[in-house]
């Protein structure tokens, strides 16, 4: 998905009062969970809880869900989407395995520095059916790159998109750039977008010329090694998100995930903490207050140490689930225009990383 901001609502197992969810009462005569249906912007974990999966209707009012059965699967079962064939999709159900933003998988093995990305440190497999008529939709991987490990909402960096195969007269966000590329043993056009006024991020869409129903433990490194190589994506970011799924414009009832998987090579996160801080005010009037504001892992032990003219001042603080971590410093007394150094260490378990920011006291 190329066009807006697509942050997923709650899920829909916290919805069963409204109805949304079809219940079916197991032999036993407890209640279980037989057959979930998701519209608007459900989500619902499944395979038991390593992966979740949304509706994701962005893009359209029109009625459209997707049943599954809590394996990680799903099925587009119905669909009055009816975009325009040359405008933004009206939504991408999908399954995901990470971060969207925020919104995490546990024990995901994500994120992976890009520069740790080698050959079989993620791989997926993905096995679909895709109806014809006149349904207009693609079958996309949609991975997400970030700058830093974590982000609370929309990633800062690249979209990576592979477009499996689509039906009807549609194409990638952007221009093309190549064409007949071998990466990874397959040929694929190579299309480029910017950023654009709704959204921040470049995407680089790779589109398979022998279109496919599925994949099976499709290598990424080599994927990301031609995007990092064409420079849309750095070695520094980090790899926070693997979703799969159809970009609707029109109709698209009968398309399915009948099986997702992804997997990510263990031992192969970076054991580098990122470590990102800045000062919310650069330059505080004397008796007055400024923050050390830091982005890192979510949890991560933050601790921070001013260097002013008088002497060191020490804090310690964990950081969010969101990875942000934000500590107030008072300036009293504080010689005015002497520029103080902040340093930062952050850790989590075995990883650590270092950053620093700093301010300048000026006169009340």
Same mark, same amino acid.
């Given at each position: 998905?190329?066009?807006v901001?697509r942050?997923?609502a709650? /899920?829909a197992?916290?919805?069963l009062?409204?109805?949304?969810?079809?219940?079916?009462?197991?032999?036993?005569?407890k209640?279980?969970?037989?057959t979930?249906?998701?519209?608007?912007? +459900?989500?619902?974990?499944v395979?038991?809880?390593?992966y979740?999966?949304?509706?994701n209707?962005?893009?359209?009012?029109a009625l459209?869900c997707?049943?599954t059965d809590?394996?990680?699967?799903?099925?587009?079962?119905k669909?009055?989407?009816?975009?325009?064939? &040359?405008?933004?999709?009206?939504?991408? /159900?999908?399954?995901y395995k990470?971060?969207?933003w925020?919104?995490? %998988?546990?024990?995901s093995?994500?994120?992976? +520095?890009?520069?740790?990305?080698?050959?079989?440190?993620? =791989? =997926?497999?993905?096995n =679909?059916?895709?109806?014809g008529?006149?349904n207009?939709?693609?079958?996309a991987? &949609?991975?997400?790159?970030?700058?830093?490990?974590?982000?609370s909402?929309?990633?800062?960096?690249?979209?990576?998109?592979?477009w499996?195969n689509?039906?009807?007269?549609?194409r990638?966000y952007?221009? +093309?750039?190549?064409?007949?590329?071998?990466?990874?043993?397959r040929s694929?056009?190579?299309?480029?977008?910017g /950023?654009?006024a709704?959204?921040?991020?470049?995407t680089?869409s790779? %589109?398979?010329?022998t279109? =496919?129903?599925?994949v099976?433990?499709?290598?990424?490194?080599?994927?990301v090694a031609?995007?990092?190589?064409?420079?849309?994506?750095s070695?520094?970011?980090?790899?926070?998100?693997?979703?799969?799924?159809?970009?609707?414009w029109?109709g698209?009832?009968?398309l399915a995930?009948?099986?997702?998987?992804?997997?990510v090579?263990?031992g192969? !996160?970076s054991?580098h903490?990122?470590?990102?801080?800045?000062?919310s005010?650069?330059?505080?009037?004397?008796h007055?207050t400024t &923050?050390v504001v830091?982005?890192?892992?979510d949890?991560?032990?933050? %601790?921070t140490?001013a260097?002013?003219?008088?002497?060191?001042?020490?804090?310690?603080? !964990?950081a969010?689930?969101h990875?942000?971590a934000?500590? /107030?410093?008072?300036?009293?007394?504080?010689?005015?225009y002497?520029r103080?150094?902040v340093?930062?260490?952050?850790r989590?378990?075995?990883?650590?990383?270092?950053?620093s920011?700093?301010?300048?006291p000026?006169?009340?």
């Open positions: 998905m190329t066009s901001n942050a997923l709650l /899920p197992v916290l919805l009062a409204g109805g949304l969810l079809a219940v079916s009462l197991a032999a036993s005569s209640a279980a969970i037989t979930a249906t998701l519209c608007n912007l +459900q989500t619902a974990p395979g038991g809880g390593a979740t999966i949304g509706n209707e962005w893009g359209s009012g459209e997707i049943t809590g394996s990680a699967d799903f099925t587009v079962a669909s009055s989407i009816a975009k325009a064939r &040359d405008g933004a999709p009206g939504g991408y /159900p999908a399954i990470g971060c969207h925020g919104a995490c %998988t546990p024990g093995g994500l994120p992976v +520095q890009v520069s740790d990305i080698h050959a079989g440190t993620v =791989t =997926t497999s993905w =679909t059916s895709q109806p008529g006149s207009v939709y693609n079958v991987y &949609d991975i997400w790159f970030n700058q830093t490990p974590t982000t909402g929309a990633p800062n960096g690249t979209e990576l998109m592979i499996l689509h039906h009807g007269p549609k990638p952007g221009h +093309q750039v190549a064409r007949h590329v071998s990466i990874g043993g694929y056009n190579v299309w480029f977008g /950023p654009r709704r959204h921040g991020w470049n680089v790779y %589109t398979m010329t279109r =496919t129903a599925s099976s433990k499709l290598d990424l490194q080599a994927l031609d995007a990092v190589r064409r420079g849309y994506i070695r520094s970011w980090y790899l926070i998100d693997v979703e799969a799924g159809f970009e609707l029109q698209g009832a009968g995930t009948n099986s997702f998987s992804v997997n090579a263990a192969t !996160r054991r903490l990122a470590c990102h801080a800045v000062m005010h650069s330059h505080p009037a004397d007055s &923050d830091v982005r890192t892992a949890r991560a032990e933050v %601790t140490v260097h002013f003219k008088t002497g060191n001042r020490s804090r310690k603080l !964990r969010t689930v990875g942000r934000v500590i /107030p410093y008072g300036v009293r007394d504080a010689l005015a002497y103080v150094r340093s930062v260490t952050v989590r378990g075995s990883r650590s990383g270092t950053c920011t700093w301010f300048t000026r006169p009340a």
